[in-house]
Nanobody, 122 residues
Framework: QVQLVESGGGLVQAGDSLRLSCAAS????????MGWFRQAPGKEREFVAC????????YYADSAKGRFTISRDNAKNTVHLQMNSLKPEDTAVYSC???????????????WGQGTQVTVSS
């Protein structure tokens, strides 16, 4: 069993940056692909980024490319999402998740955090 807890969300202005963190407990994350997803009010959960267990492979949604960077520190059992040049349309609850395989669909992920709110004002 893996427990995931996100932190780092908040209220920022357009153009600002935020760094989200996801801390794991219960089991090491080193054998899992890790992903970040987001869900805005009234919308479906949306893939943002994912990273392989070694950190050597990453993949981003088009909306995140060039602005967001996913990283991980297996020694600290943490995953991060650096978000730069934030836009109002980035406003959502951001959740991290763990999967046994490379995937961008939520159904492939086995463990989820509770999410952290990111609000970007214009």
């Amino acid at each position: 069993q893996v427990q995931l807890v996100e932190s780092g969300g908040g209220l920022v202005q357009a153009g600002d940056s935020l760094r989200l963190s996801c801390a794991a407990s219960g089991r090491t994350l080193s054998n899992y692909f890790m992903g970040w997803f987001r869900q805005a009010p009234g919308k479906e959960r949306e893939f943002v980024a994912c990273i392989s267990w070694s950190g050597s492979w990453t993949y981003y949604a088009d909306s995140a490319k060039g602005r967001f960077t996913i990283s991980r520190d297996n020694a600290k059992n943490t995953v991060h999402l650096q978000m730069n040049s934030l836009k109002p349309e980035d406003t959502a609850v951001y959740s991290c998740a763990a999967a046994r395989t490379r995937a961008t669909t939520p159904s492939a992920y086995n463990y989820w955090g509770q999410g952290t709110q990111v609000t970007v004002s214009s």
